[in-house]
Structures are given as C-alpha cells and as structure tokens.
C-alpha cells in the first residue's frame, strides 16, 4: 500500500511538467503576471485606435495621416524601432473600448494615440487607466477625457477654451448680440461645446435666443430652423460634425434663413469643403492653419514633408494633430529613457514647451494642452485663417 502511494505521488507531480513541455495549456507563471506593453522588446509600439469607417471616418482617416507621416519621419527612440499599429475604432464607443484593449492585450502597446471624438476617447478612458497605459487624444476637446484619469493626456485645447474663443469672437469682432444654439443632444462634444459656449456668450452680455436639438441620424431639422428662425438670431452655433453643418445650412437657406453659420473644430475637414458655395462664409474654430503666425520649425518639417507625401492636398487641423500627438509619445518615450508605460506616463506630465506642428503645447496638471485656438472662414471653397487667440 505504501508503494502504490508514493506512485500517485510522483505521477501527480510529474504529468503537469511532462504537460507544459508537450505544449500543454498551463500558463507560465511569468506570462500571467506579464506587465502592460513589451517595455524589454526590441521594438516599441505605439497604438492608435482612430475611426477609419463610419460617420466620424473622415476626421479619423486624417489623423492616422498625419500620424503616419510622422513616423516616417520619427521611426525610431532611444535606438529602438518603433512599430505602429492602427484599430478602427468604427466610430462606435464599445468598438472603441474593443480597440483599445485589442491595442493592449493582443499588441502590446506601450502607448496609445487616440481618438478623434470625444465620446469614443471617454469610452476607451477606463480601460487605460485599469491597465496602466497612457494615452495621447489627438482631437478629443470635452474636458471629460482626462478627468480623473492620470493616464489620458491630449495634443490639443479643450472646449471651455473652444467655445470661448467662438463666443468672444461672435460679439468682439461681429458685433452678435443674439445667437441660436443647435445640438446633437446625444454627441458630448456637441452638447459641451455649445453648454460652454452658452456661457461665455451670456457672460459677455449676449443673449440666447433658442436652444433646439437633434439626433445622430436625422435628416431634417427644419421645424428647429423654424423656431430658430422666429427667434431671429444674428448667428446659429452648430456644433456637430461636418455632414450636420452642411445639412443644417442647406435646409436653413432653402427656408430664406440666411444668419450666418459658426461650428467647432470637426467641420474642419477636406470634404466640408466639397459642399462649395453652400457653405461659403461658415466660421468654425479650430486647432491649426499654415498661415497661422509663430509656429515652429517642427511646422516647416512637417509642412515639408506633407508637401512632397501628398502634393495636391493641403494640411489640416487633423493631419497636425495627429502628427503632434504621435511626436508626444515619442518625445515622452526618449525623456523617460525606457519603454515601461507607467514612466512613458510619468515623462508626459511632465511635458513643458514642447515645440510642435501646431505649436508649443505645454500639458497641465490635468493633461491637457494649453495653446492657441485659430479662427477659419470658409471663402472660395477653402478655409482662410482670420485670426490666432492665445489662451488667457
């Protein structure tokens, strides 16, 4: 009886060890406890979870752009390579956190860059901080993204700033006194944007003289513009994606309501400005312009090379923030002399008077960037730059 007992024994713990080296399933302790990222690999990785499909395509496909090109131009730190790996984000917020994770567990990622959109950066914030990877938003402006979250930074202002510099300028330099709002009640920025416009428009003694709102999808906002239009604003602020502004437009003229237009930093791509004479006049606020005065050399490198990449285009907001937000990562990776995430994270609160191809961005106790906003105009189907405003 003894002998067959200390046979069960020595089986017991014998066939785990004959399993594992067989390639059995057991996990290596090492691997269960592996930290975020590959900070001992040869390479460093850089995710980017963007919107290439879906309703906020076009601003994501940008970005990735202009992140592109900068690792063209950026491909290595600290003698290692840097690999870049892109996930749609499908311009959905559970896709988003989906990506995000994906960028985590399955790539590796010891940084991510992302997202254009508010709402899908929002979606995606728990999943960085739980997992101790930080991330860099491009475009994403509602103060919500970093809040409470000390490993969500961004490249670019916020909208308290943004619907500041839209109001000051409605009464400073056209003399508005009134103005409309309408609201895509279930898109963040939106709502921010025009709840902090809202404000400084009162604060400086204007007047809001109806507030309407509409839903992702709809096709028709011409009972809005309606009571819009009984209202008798001197500007209707439209603080949604470009297909909206122009849509807005459209319906207003053909109604004879022919207040002018103001919107946020999402109208500000190429294919507004297929809408032509439309939309001519619409004044937006946005993150960069060419002619925009004070830039860097970091904007002459990259206007360089964007030039010789894509000749028949021209560079915008988009393309330079996200080329901004990848030479952050970069930038934070070389200063924290190592690929371990959390002291990548540490190095980005630290970020002071980084020059970049929209400017010098310094990252506040918050993570976000103080820097300038530009004020455009649609004239000639292109954008123009009227004028830069410095934060206070």
Do not use: W
Not at 171 to 176: G, P
Not at 242 to 271: H, I, N
Not at 326 to 339: F, N, P, Q, T
Request: charged share 25%; proline share 5%.
């Amino acid at each position: 009886m003894k002998k067959l007992m200390v046979l069960f024994v020595v089986m017991a713990m014998v066939l785990p060890m004959a399993l594992t080296g067989c390639g059995g399933t057991t996990t290596a302790p090492e691997e269960a406890q592996a930290p975020a990222g590959n900070p001992e690999g040869d390479t460093i990785v850089i995710g980017v979870f963007e919107p290439m499909t879906g309703d906020a395509a076009q601003g994501g496909q940008l970005t990735v752009e202009g992140i592109e090109l900068a690792h063209e131009l950026y491909g290595e730190v600290n003698g290692k390579e840097i690999e870049l790996k892109v996930v749609d984000n499908k311009s959905d917020q559970a896709e988003a956190t989906t990506a995000v994770a994906r960028l985590i567990d399955k790539e590796k990622a010891n940084v991510i860059v992302g997202s254009y959109g508010s709402s899908y950066s929002m979606a995606a914030g728990e999943t960085l901080k739980n997992q101790g990877v930080p991330a860099i938003g491009c475009s994403p402006t509602n103060p919500l993204v970093t809040k409470d979250n000390d490993y969500y930074f961004r490249g670019c202002f916020i909208d308290p700033f943004q619907g500041t510099v839209l109001a000051n300028y409605a009464i400073d330099d056209k003399n508005f006194k009134k103005a409309a709002l309408l609201v895509n009640k279930g898109n963040a920025y939106s709502v921010g944007l025009a709840n902090y416009f809202k404000k400084a428009f009162e604060a400086k003694g204007g007047e809001i003289v109806a507030e309407q709102q509409y839903q992702k999808g709809d096709q028709d906002y011409t009972a809005q513009l309606n009571t819009i239009k009984q209202a008798n604003p001197d500007v209707i602020i439209l603080p949604g994606e470009y297909a909206e502004m122009a849509l807005g437009v459209d319906q207003a003229r053909k109604m004879g309501l022919e207040v002018p237009f103001f919107g946020g930093d999402t109208v500000d791509v190429d294919k507004f400005l297929d809408y032509g004479d439309l939309v001519e006049g619409v004044t937006i606020s946005s993150h960069f312009d060419p002619a925009q005065p004070e830039l860097t050399d970091e904007t002459a490198k990259f206007m360089e090379a964007f030039e010789a990449k894509y000749p028949d285009r021209t560079p915008g907001a988009f393309h330079a923030l996200g080329y901004d937000a990848y030479l952050l990562a970069v930038d934070a990776i070389e200063r924290a002399g190592s690929a371990d995430s959390d002291k990548i994270r540490d190095a980005l609160a630290e970020t002071n008077g980084f020059e970049g191809a929209t400017g010098v961005i310094t990252l506040d106790e918050n993570g976000d960037a103080t820097k300038p906003a530009v004020i455009r105009e649609v004239k000639d189907s292109e954008f123009k730059y009227v004028a830069t405003v410095q934060p206070e």
